[in-house]
T-cell receptor, first 113, second 114 residues
Framework: AQSVAQPEDQVNVAEGNPLTVKCTYS??????LFWYVQYPNRGLQFLLKYITGDNLVKGSYGFEAEFNKSQTSFHLKKPSALVSDSALYFC???????????FGTGTRLLVSP | GAGVSQSPSNKVTEKGKDVELRCDPISGHTALYWYRQSLGQGLEFLIY????????KSGLPSDRFSAERTGGSVSTLTIQRTQQEDSAVYLC????????????FGPGTRLTVT
């Protein structure tokens, strides 16, 4: 069975500092991995994905994520946080044999001025 | 271009009533998904349509839930005899095709069962 763990309910960071939102996953085969962001009363917005190839993937709004197969992790990072990055972030995994996304429980990012 | 649209944005219904939620995917997207977001259960998959293939209904929580997709485009999720535990935000997503493509989500329908 597929599963995703986001161990932190909330991450607090000061504006201008680097941020990391953690994600680990479990699938039976090679995964497709995704990050989505959700702003209040809005749907999920796609940030980036890992399919294959380079372990560091770059996405929207300056975000990037590093795929680590040995640690089964896909942490979301940004070198310099903005107050406007404050939102709810979801990591998701898809086993290549299936179409549905399995989501983590979400991490609330709070960037203080 | 236009994104995924859903209607209504909010729906309040009495326990025992039937409700229909609508999703209009991005034009040209052949895959369509329904998910449910609730405080207790997080984000959970409900059903998946791909072209003319039989849908994957493995995530539907009970036989009160059903969905159809007409003409390979618009989809309707129907909940019969609604219960209070059905209260949630119902999200629709579409993707270009099955495979490695990302899913694009609509704004959701917030369903409240009183």
């Amino acid at each position: 069975a597929q599963s995703v763990a986001q161990p932190e309910d909330q991450v607090n960071v000061a504006e201008g500092n680097p941020l990391t939102v953690k994600c680990t996953y479990s699938v039976s085969g090679n995964p497709y991995l995704f990050w989505y962001v959700q702003y209040p009363n809005r749907g999920l917005q796609f940030l980036l994905k890992y399919i294959t190839g380079d372990n560091l993937v770059k996405g929207s709004y300056g975000f990037e994520a590093e795929f680590n197969k040995s640690q089964t992790s896909f942490h979301l990072k940004k070198p310099s946080a903005l107050v406007s990055d404050s939102a709810l972030y979801f990591c998701a995994v898809r086993d290549r044999g299936f179409q549905k996304l399995v989501f983590g429980t979400g991490t609330r990012l709070l960037v203080s001025p | 271009g236009a994104g995924v649209s859903q209607s209504p944005s909010n729906k309040v219904t009495e326990k025992g009533k039937d409700v229909e939620l609508r999703c209009d995917p991005i034009s040209g997207h052949t895959a369509l998904y329904w998910y449910r977001q609730s405080l207790g259960q997080g984000l959970e998959f409900l059903i998946y349509f791909q072209g003319n293939s039989a849908p994957d209904k493995s995530g539907l929580p009970s036989d009160r839930f059903s969905a159809e997709r007409t003409g390979g485009s618009v989809s309707t999720l129907t909940i019969q005899r609604t219960q209070q535990e059905d209260s949630a935000v119902y999200l629709c997503a579409s993707s270009l095709a099955q495979g490695a493509y990302e899913q694009y989500f609509g704004p959701g329908t917030r369903l409240t069962v009183t």
